[in-house]
């Protein structure tokens, strides 16, 4: 069933179906295995559990192991969510036309469907699971990732993975309540990181892909404020990003092995913004751009391994004079 | 009196396929969400649900 877009000044942004008698639906149980963003998932969990081990807690594993999925599906749920609202700007744009709902593979109301079910499967149970703290925040995420970001700053205002990027933070924090049933300051550094962090990642997306955005009417900083201003937000989130992922060793959760990667990662992530910055036009200026979005990747996920293998795999070892 | 027969979509044996397939798959969530709750249940009792006067 083909889906249509209506991208007209002020319409309703939401996927709508050619007439047409009911049929029944024709998905693969793999496209509404893509509906959940599987990839975005699996970076929530990686985060969450981080969030889980940084504190020490005594759970049961059981208990979370099933906290740790129910995050994951709450995930899950709120990217489906972003699927079925978005699926008319996907449809339009080269990295996004092949999802389900724009393919035509699943009809926009069974993501929505679909997407309400988990959510609300998710929040019951993490809260029944393991307490309603953390049921709360993971109700929080997924209605900060849908409405105010997905349907309110996205298409609204430059600003909008700035503020949007709350959502994707605060698994570890989500992770940490669910193990403790309290929120520490170790949770909030992390979710302080990931939130640095995204801006940097995206922009440096957003600079290679502005014809995209642009043609989706989707007001990304480089389309508004123009790449070049993009380019300096970028080198100034950064130089604020890298200090930031030293707090760990100041606090004394991050060892010996999360300082050198969060050194040495920060001053790669500094090098190529400093890069990112300075080449402004032709295919230069793209490839520096991909390669800080590429490497961006890399540091988040460095920073957050050294820190699983310090406090899951014992490997935790002090740095003299660095920590209170 | 006659009733007509509702406008219905006749399935093409791909359609069928997947639908077979969907409906695995939520058998297999459902029996997984059984043994979950299971799970949960055991540790949230913990080793103290066998001391009690029988």
């Given at each position: 069933?083909?889906?249509?877009?209506?991208?007209?000044?002020?319409?309703?942004?939401?996927?709508?179906?050619?007439?047409?008698?009911?049929?029944?639906?024709?998905?693969?149980?793999?496209?509404?295995?893509?509906?959940?963003?599987?990839?975005?998932?699996?970076?929530?969990?990686?985060t969450a559990l981080v969030g889980m081990l940084v504190t020490p807690s005594g759970t049961?594993?059981?208990?979370a192991?099933?906290s740790?999925?129910?995050i994951?599906?709450?995930?899950?749920?709120?990217?489906?969510?972003?699927?079925?609202?978005?699926?008319?700007?996907?449809?339009?744009?080269?990295?996004?036309?092949?999802?389900?709902?724009?393919?035509?593979?699943?009809?926009?109301?069974?993501?929505?469907?679909?997407?309400?079910?988990?959510?609300?499967?998710?929040?019951?149970?993490?809260?029944?699971?393991a307490n309603?703290l953390a049921?709360g925040l993971l109700?929080?995420?997924?209605?900060?990732?849908?409405?105010?970001?997905?349907?309110?700053?996205?298409?609204?205002?430059?600003?909008?993975?700035?503020?949007?990027?709350?959502?994707?933070a605060l698994p570890p924090v989500v992770g940490q309540a669910a193990v403790t049933g309290t929120v520490h300051l170790d949770s909030l550094v992390l979710f302080a990181i990931i939130f640095?962090?995204?801006?940097?990642?995206?922009?440096?997306?957003?600079?290679?892909?502005?014809?995209?955005?642009?043609?989706?009417?989707?007001?990304?900083?480089?389309?508004?404020?123009?790449?070049?201003?993009?380019?300096?937000?970028?080198?100034?989130?950064?130089?604020?990003?890298?200090?930031l992922?030293?707090v760990p060793t100041w606090l004394g959760f991050g060892g010996?092995?999360y300082?050198?990667?969060?050194?040495?990662?920060?001053?790669?992530?500094?090098?190529?913004?400093?890069?990112?910055?300075?080449?402004?036009?032709?295919?230069?200026?793209?490839?520096?751009?991909?390669?800080?979005?590429?490497?961006?990747?890399?540091?988040?996920?460095?920073?957050f391994?050294?820190l699983l293998?310090e406090h899951g795999?014992?490997?935790w070892?002090?740095?003299?004079?660095?920590s209170l | 009196?006659?009733?007509?027969?509702?406008?219905?979509?006749?399935?093409?044996?791909?359609?069928?396929?997947?639908?077979?397939?969907?409906?695995?798959?939520?058998?297999?969530?459902?029996?997984?969400?059984?043994?979950?709750?299971?799970?949960?249940?055991?540790?949230?009792?913990?080793?103290?649900?066998?001391?009690?006067?029988?």
């Amino acid at each position: 069933m083909p889906l249509t877009a209506d991208l007209t000044a002020g319409a309703a942004p939401r996927a709508t179906l050619a007439a047409g008698p009911a049929r029944p639906s024709t998905g693969e149980v793999r496209d509404y295995v893509e509906l959940l963003k599987p990839r975005v998932m699996s970076l929530v969990v990686f985060t969450a559990l981080v969030g889980m081990l940084v504190t020490p807690s005594g759970t049961h594993p059981v208990i979370a192991a099933s906290s740790l999925l129910m995050i994951a599906i709450g995930a899950g749920a709120s990217g489906c969510l972003n699927m079925w609202w978005d699926a008319d700007i996907d449809a339009v744009m080269t990295r996004t036309v092949g999802r389900p709902i724009p393919a035509g593979k699943i009809r926009a109301e069974e993501a929505l469907a679909f997407g309400l079910f988990l959510s609300c499967a998710s929040v019951l149970l993490l809260g029944i699971i393991a307490n309603w703290l953390a049921a709360g925040l993971l109700a929080f995420t997924i209605v900060f990732y849908v409405v105010v970001y997905s349907m309110g700053l996205k298409r609204a205002t430059p600003q909008n993975i700035v503020i949007g990027g709350a959502a994707g933070a605060l698994p570890p924090v989500v992770g940490q309540a669910a193990v403790t049933g309290t929120v520490h300051l170790d949770s909030l550094v992390l979710f302080a990181i990931i939130f640095m962090w995204t801006p940097p990642h995206f922009w440096a997306l957003a600079l290679v892909k502005a014809g995209d955005y642009r043609q989706a009417g989707v007001p990304m900083l480089p389309n508004v404020a123009g790449p070049d201003a993009t380019r300096l937000q970028i080198l100034l989130y950064t130089l604020v990003l890298v200090p930031l992922g030293l707090v760990p060793t100041w606090l004394g959760f991050g060892g010996l092995a999360y300082t050198v990667v969060a050194t040495l990662g920060g001053l790669a992530m500094i090098a190529l913004a400093v890069k990112v910055y300075r080449r402004r036009a032709g295919r230069e200026a793209d490839r520096a751009a991909m390669e800080l979005f590429a490497f961006s990747i890399l540091y988040l996920f460095l920073l957050f391994a050294a820190l699983l293998a310090e406090h899951g795999l014992g490997l935790w070892r002090n740095v003299p004079g660095l920590s209170l | 009196m006659t009733l007509e027969e509702p406008e219905r979509h006749k399935l093409s044996p791909e359609e069928v396929r997947r639908r077979r397939t969907r409906s695995i798959a939520i058998a297999l969530a459902l029996g997984f969400m059984v043994l979950l709750f299971y799970a949960v249940t055991i540790a949230k009792l913990g080793p103290q649900v066998l001391n009690r006067p029988l």
